[in-house]
């Protein structure tokens, strides 16, 4: 029924965030991308659902999973983990992140140069580094 999925030997789990979350619904998606991957390793009990990030890379980092998905900011404090892939979702209306500045403010001169801020390469920089994409 699925020739074409070959799972590793010794390949214990893969751990996701619970359905719950929408870190959880993101993994099972990824992994359904072919057929029902997910429903297969579900069955087969690979998949282990934690609570939050946190868990899943915690269940990763003292090998009770072989992989895990979460948000790659989660990330940033664990450099000891091999990232193997980030899916690019900035095409998901829900990540872009738009600012614009009110006509009528009583902080008119404040929101001004908060807009240039944002414009200029020190906050491209800080943003890329808690990985978000810069698309100005």
């Not at 579900?42 to 948000?71: L, M, P």
């Not at 091999?82 to 001169?109: F, M, N, P, W």
Request: hydrophobic content about 40%; aromatic content about 10%.
């Amino acid at each position: 029924m699925y020739p074409d999925l070959w799972i590793k030997d010794g390949l214990s789990a893969i751990t996701v965030c619970s359905q719950q979350t929408e870190e959880g619904r993101i993994a099972k998606m990824l992994l359904n991308q072919y057929d029902h991957t997910f429903d297969l390793l579900d069955r087969v009990r690979v998949i282990k659902e934690c609570g939050n990030s946190e868990e899943v890379i915690n269940a990763v980092q003292i090998h009770h999973a072989q992989a895990g998905f979460c948000y790659v900011t989660d990330l940033e404090e664990m450099r000891a983990l091999r990232i193997a892939g980030i899916l690019d979702q900035t095409d998901d209306s829900a990540s872009v992140y738009k600012v614009c500045r009110l006509a009528e403010s009583g902080h008119k001169e404040e929101s001004k140069l908060f807009l240039e801020f944002l414009q200029g390469d020190h906050a491209k920089r800080f943003f890329e580094d808690f990985g978000f994409k810069w698309m100005r």
